[in-house]
C-alpha cells in the first residue's frame, strides 16, 4: 500500500511548503500530493483554500493577482516552483481546486518532461473528464466525499478508473467492490497507524497522510 503526502508533512511544516514536501520525503512517502489554484493572471500556486481572509475582510484566489497574494499572506509556493524542486524525482498528484483549471494548467504543464509522473485529481470531474483530453500522460482519478450508487456512471464519463474517498464513509465491502471492478482505491486522511493496517488488509491501493512519520511500519510489509 502506498503512501501519499498530503500537502507534505504537514503536521510538522506549514502545509504546501517546501519545508514540507522536503520533510514528507525524508521519511520516506511515495508520491507527494498537493493543491493547485489559478490567479487572476493565471499564475499556478499551491494552496488549498479558495478563500483567504485578511483583517476581516475575504477575498477570492481567482480575484487576485500573484503579486496581490503575496502581499496579503507572503509569496505562496508556485506550481512552477514545486516541479523544478521534485519532478521527475517522486511521483506527484495535483488536486484541482477550482473549475478551469485544466486550461490553465495543460498548456503550462506541456512544456515539461516526466508526464507520465504526474497524476491530475480533483472533486471537480469534469476537470477530470479534460485532462483525458488534454493530458493523456498524466494518471487521472476522481474524488468523492461518499461513494455515489452511480459511481460506475461517473468513472466512464471520466475516462478512469480511480478514485479517491473520504474514510469515514467505508467499509471493507465497499473496498472489495471497488476491486472487483478493478478499480484503485485511495483514501484521505489516514493518520492513525491502526487504520492503516486495516485499511491495508483490506486492499486498499494507497492512503494520503498528513502526518506519515508514524506510518513507516507500512514500509516492512514486503507483499506491498
Not at 147 to 170: A, Q
Not at 193 to 219: C, K, M
Amino acid at each position: 500500500m502506498k503512501i501519499i503526502s498530503h500537502r507534505g508533512a504537514n503536521r510538522e511544516f506549514t502545509e504546501n511548503t517546501l519545508n514540507a514536501f522536503d520533510r514528507a520525503i525524508q521519511i520516506g512517502v511515495d508520491i507527494l500530493e498537493t493543491d493547485i489554484l489559478i490567479t487572476k493572471d493565471g499564475k499556478i500556486i499551491l494552496r488549498h483554500d479558495d478563500l483567504i481572509e485578511k483583517d476581516g475582510k475575504w477575498f477570492l484566489v481567482s480575484s487576485l493577482t500573484l503579486k496581490e497574494i503575496t502581499a496579503l499572506l507572503g509569496q505562496p509556493l508556485t506550481l512552477e516552483s514545486f516541479l523544478s524542486t521534485y519532478l521527475g524525482k517522486i511521483p506527484i498528484f495535483l488536486d484541482l481546486k477550482s473549475h478551469g483549471s485544466l486550461d490553465v494548467l495543460a498548456p503550462f504543464l506541456k512544456k515539461y518532461s516526466y508526464l507520465e509522473t504526474i497524476h491530475i485529481t480533483s472533486f471537480i470531474h469534469t476537470e477530470i473528464t479534460k485532462a483525458s483530453h488534454l493530458l493523456p500522460q498524466c494518471g487521472r482519478s476522481i474524488v468523492f466525499a461518499a461513494l455515489p450508487s452511480v459511481f460506475l456512471d461517473e468513472l466512464i464519463s471520466t475516462k478512469t478508473h480511480e478514485v479517491s474517498l473520504f474514510r469515514g464513509y467505508l467499509n471493507q465491502k465497499t473496498i472489495h467492490l471497488l476491486r472487483d471492478y478493478n478499480i484503485k482505491v485511495r483514501l484521505y486522511p489516514v493518520n492513525w497507524p491502526d487504520e492503516a493496517s486495516q485499511f491495508e488488509t483490506w486492499g486498499v491501493d494507497a492512503i494520503f497522510t498528513d502526518n506519515p512519520t508514524p506510518l513507516q511500519f507500512l514500509r516492512n510489509n514486503s507483499s506491498k
